[in-house]
């Protein structure tokens, strides 16, 4: 039994094989579809909108 444990250990993988990259691809992916549509969501511009005026009234004098 520890030789089988032992043989386990001494794999070694290094970086992500192509499954792991198109998976890590795929969900930055959707990330990138989920923000874009959240920003541009007529609230949330708005919100912006305002965020950034009252920054400028601050700071501007």
Known sequence: MSTVI???RRRDEHGM???EYAV???AACGFGGVLY???SS???RNMLEEVI???F???GG
């Open 37 to 39: 549509k959240l920003l």
């Open 53 to 55: 005026k009252r920054a």
């Open 24 to 26: 890590g691809t795929v």
């Open 57 to 59: 009234s601050i700071f």
């Open 6 to 8: 032992t043989r386990l």
């Open 17 to 19: 094989s192509t499954a």
């Open 42 to 44: 007529e609230p949330v």
